[in-house]
DNA sequence: TATAATTGTCTATATCACTAGACAAATTTT
DNA sequence: AAAATTTGTCTAGTGATATAGACAATTATA
């Protein structure tokens, strides 16, 4: 059900943006062209309504929509052309899926021409409470530490931070920066297999590191995905935090 | 890993807030302490650093930090007194299931002493397209729409809009205002038992409705999952849309 | 009891966000 | 070619946001 252009035949319409909030009329309105565009209601390449359309639609001055569309042609999500209109360029979200078998590469494939994990930093830590819980281990158990980022066609997807037992799996930083894959790389260390045992899911605005790691604007949102992985005999392998951008990724819950 | 009170030894800490965003900064550092409460970083009924602390910390003004307290406090998160400090009160995030047999009551057993589903409306319509796909019928079929909100404690957890085939769960809008369960109103219909078969899970800003619905201050972020359930034998009964504030609840995947 | 720490209130000033109106520039339609 | 449509630019005024500083009021501590 699309924001714009709703027609509500001389009913008051809900307007939808609320003042003195603190986030500003622009950005409120970039945020609803935003979902508009993710709802379905613009094939690519179509045109925005005009900008006078819009101010009324929402009932700010013209200048106003101008700054929401400026912000979006900032972004890469709309092209303006003097003269012809406002026109739609982005891409459909990606659909990525969680289930017992939840997979980087594979979850996307079909979807993208091109996917893969890079590897932006490691180290050996000391379990925190929450990482000595998921993997069970004694708290400070030494653990090792990834960064990496999911990128399919180029855009980045995913960025997570995941936790391994240092001892059972030492040198998998080596190994994950050359293989470029989590089930590559828990192969090497005798793990066949792995099923997802739980995920829990929340959501939050982007804060500073997730802006620079997944290229957001200011105001955007993370889905963010705590997991458990386990052997197919239970023990834990693998603890992870992933952080999607909402704008471009929405979760398939599958079958587990 | 909280944002407040974090120590860097004389490292720049990323300061987290950005200017010129369309957010403002108090909405901003609001945000953020939230974020951090929600993290775990305050203990109920601990104290807040103090004022000066806290605009140091962002470099911002005081005044700057006293907008973002005050809106926490009237959002009934903090409370304020002069004098001694500024405290804690919000409750943790409730865990909410989701898998094979997401039912809300049993659900959040355990986490509520109460808690119940209020039918707001109820209208015969016909399908839409995602509808009629959801429900495995015909685009036009007569189906009838509830909006539910789910309530714990005495406090919105969830605001849903719910599918039936017309034909054949005709008054289950009465069945579901007398019983106020989902549960108990398809068995009424001869659904013994259902399974949730898919659910599509995103985020996104709350619009004007759900600030209304769920009791929620303009820039807050709600989660929304999209699912059908279907009867054992793979029979789609039901289609729905459901927001949950993600500032009160997170969503935990359990086994299916 | 005096001092320090902390929140509450006030004034003043600068900048950003939004409104209002006018007109230019480019494109499409008549 | 002319008119209509649409985006781009400019000026000016108003209210919200943020900074700066001072001091009051309340509570905890020495």
Redesign the pocket.
């Known amino acids: 059900m699309g924001v714009i252009g709703a027609k509500m035949a001389g009913q008051q319409m809900a307007s939808s943006i609320e003042?003195?909030?603190?986030?500003?009329?622009?950005?409120?309105i970039a945020d609803q062209i935003l979902h508009s565009i993710a709802a379905g209601d613009f094939a690519e390449n179509a045109?925005?309504?005009?900008?006078?359309?819009l101010?009324e639609r929402y009932?700010?001055?013209?200048?106003?929509?101008?700054?929401a569309?400026?912000a979006l042609?900032q972004e890469g999500v709309l092209r303006?052309?003097?003269?012809?209109?406002?026109f739609v360029l982005s891409r459909k979200r990606l659909s990525y899926p969680i289930g017992a078998r939840t997979r980087f590469s594979t979850g996307l494939q079909g979807q993208t021409s091109e996917r893969h994990i890079v590897l932006l930093t490691s180290a050996v830590e000391s379990a925190s409470q929450r990482v000595a819980e998921g993997l069970d281990l004694a708290r400070g158990t030494e653990v090792i530490r990834l960064e990496t980022r999911g990128e399919a066609d180029g855009r980045p997807v995913s960025r997570a931070a995941s936790w391994y037992e240092a001892k059972r799996f030492a040198g998998i930083d080596a190994v994950m920066a050359e293989t470029g894959s989590i089930t590559a790389s828990l192969r090497r260390f005798g793990v066949d297999d792995y099923l997802r045992q739980s995920t829990v899911l929340s959501a939050r605005h982007a804060d500073a590191a997730d802006l620079a790691d997944l290229n957001l604007q200011p105001g955007a949102i993370v889905l963010v995905a705590v997991a458990v992985n386990v052997t197919t005999d239970g023990r834990p392998v693998q603890f992870s935090e992933t952080r999607f951008p909402a704008e471009r990724v929405e979760l398939k819950l599958s079958a587990l």
Chains 1, 2 share one sequence.
């Open positions: 003042r003195r909030s603190g986030v500003s009329l622009w950005r409120q045109a925005l309504p005009p900008e006078v359309a101010a009932g700010v001055n013209r200048h106003t929509v101008r700054s569309i400026s042609v303006a052309e003097q003269g012809r209109g406002t």
